[in-house]
């Protein structure tokens, strides 16, 4: 009787969890589209991308620390046992992450930004699932992905004229900062990581490296001179919904659905901005970027709706 019951019973868990996953995926990009365009919001009153940088590993770092030493205090040994995994992993998503990001800017325009990192995710996100997590290329999966990457062209608006030795260069920054994100992924699902001590780890790691760094090369001297309003604001938004939310709902995400799938929801990232600088920003989304977003939409429901109930290992 018990064994019977045991199909039904997983079906329905199993049906939740992919649930679960799709929701948390769609807030990961919510919450990439909103510190996308008040990063924009912020450098129009004054603040540089390094001080956005800094409130982002700051805030989150002091924010997650009681995580990390209370977990410290309750096991050391998952900490010196696998020094290696949490250095990788503060390597892959940390300060490198962000700087390869902030860097390629400088060489390539913002619509080659809207373009490559996240084309790099997903792409790179599904490659390294199949290789590493046994997770299964299917032409749907690939299908929707094409779609994706088709929808990412529409929102950036590309043109051959803007390809040139220099924003190549910035693209190739991209393109690494994409694929370090998608291995983030990847290390988080095969050596199943705690997505809260995982953001904590992160965070900190960035919080003790980057932020001193930062201090005494700059003095946070646009930070001191900005407006209350505009620092709190980006306090809030930067270090505590991005600079931890970003990173805590990827990160479950890819624990509940596998790190190809979750790899795919930055994707959306690019055309929620699209849609949010509407009112933040006011400009309004054009017939491309709105095209764009339901045709990345499209693809990313191909992409993880193919087989819901088989999960990567």
Excluded at 17 to 41: D, E, K, N, Q, S
Excluded at 203 to 218: C, D, K
């Amino acid at each position: 009787m018990q064994n019977s019951l045991s199909p039904s019973a997983a079906q329905p868990e199993g049906h939740h969890t992919f649930v679960r996953g799709i929701l948390i995926g769609l807030l990961a990009a919510g919450i990439g589209a909103l510190y996308t365009v008040f990063a924009r919001w912020g450098i129009n009153r004054g603040l540089q991308t390094f001080d956005l940088t800094a409130l982002r590993f700051g805030v989150a770092g002091l924010v997650t620390a009681p995580v990390l030493a209370l977990a410290w205090i309750r096991d050391q040994h998952q900490f010196t046992g696998r020094w290696k995994t949490w250095l990788g992993i503060a390597l892959l998503a940390g300060v490198p992450f962000g700087m390869l990001m902030f860097g390629g800017l400088q060489f390539a325009p913002v619509s080659h930004a809207a373009v490559f990192p996240f084309s790099a995710m997903s792409v790179m996100g599904m490659l390294l699932g199949a290789i590493f997590t046994g997770d299964r290329i299917t032409w749907r999966r690939s299908t929707g992905i094409l779609a994706v990457l088709g929808g990412l062209l529409l929102v950036a608006g590309l043109n051959a004229s803007s390809f040139t030795g220099t924003t190549l260069m910035g693209d190739a920054m991209f393109i690494l900062a994409g694929t370090l994100w998608a291995g983030f992924g990847i290390v988080l699902r095969k050596n199943r990581l705690d997505p809260l001590l995982a953001t904590a780890v992160i965070a900190f790691s960035a919080l003790v490296t980057y932020v001193p760094l930062y201090l005494v090369l700059t003095g946070a001297r646009s930070l001191l001179a900005s407006p209350p309003q505009v620092l709190w604001t980006e306090v809030v938004i930067q270090g505590l919904i991005a600079g931890a939310g970003t990173l805590f709902t990827y990160a479950r995400t890819v624990s509940l659905l596998g790190a190809g799938r979750a790899a795919i929801f930055p994707a959306l990232t690019p055309g929620l901005a699209a849609l949010l600088a509407w009112p933040v920003l006011g400009h309004m989304p054009t017939a491309a970027e709105t095209t764009g977003c339901v045709v990345v939409m499209a693809g990313l429901i191909l992409a993880v709706t193919g087989n819901a109930q088989r999960r990567g290992n």
